[in-house]
């Protein structure tokens, strides 16, 4: 792993681990085979803190933005990740310090990305084919986690 690893998420196969790494190097997200222990892959991500989730056919991970206010998604293939789409949450020229996403994870139905917009207080929900915020609401001070039941 990288400097601070910061979150991990084991593949759908349970083959690899994906690791989030923040500290003093650049944030990154890299793929370690639980086998061998090395890592067999890793991309740069603009920011992150915390969150990982995948897609249930595990060929997505979704990634929580920190300052960016966005989710990455990178795209999962034979051991290799490559960036993929961004979800802005609050548009670059509009961001504000609060605008800071946290976890992020995969609704039960496999469609609906949830994010916690940290010091906003809110959840925002992506649907992820179209990329587009659908919904968002209120919580209770500072949605660190997310957690379905």
Request: proline letters at 7%.
């Amino acid at each position: 792993v990288d400097t601070f690893p910061m979150a991990s998420l084991p593949s759908k196969d349970g083959r690899v681990l994906f690791v989030l790494n923040g500290g003093y190097n650049p944030p990154s997200v890299g793929v370690v085979d639980i086998a061998t222990g090395q890592m067999t892959s890793q991309v740069r991500v603009p920011d992150g803190w915390l969150g990982l989730a995948m897609s249930p056919d595990g060929k997505r991970l979704y990634v929580g933005g920190g300052s960016q206010a966005s989710v990455f998604e990178l795209e999962y293939e034979n051991g290799t990740l490559k960036n993929g789409r961004t979800f802005e949450i609050v548009p670059k020229e509009k961001r504000q310090h609060q605008d800071f996403v946290g976890d992020v994870q995969m609704g039960p139905d496999g469609r609906l990305l949830y994010v916690s917009l940290m010091h906003r207080d809110r959840i925002i929900v992506i649907n992820t084919q179209s990329g587009r915020v659908i919904e968002q609401w209120r919580t209770g001070r500072r949605p660190y986690r997310i957690l379905f039941p």
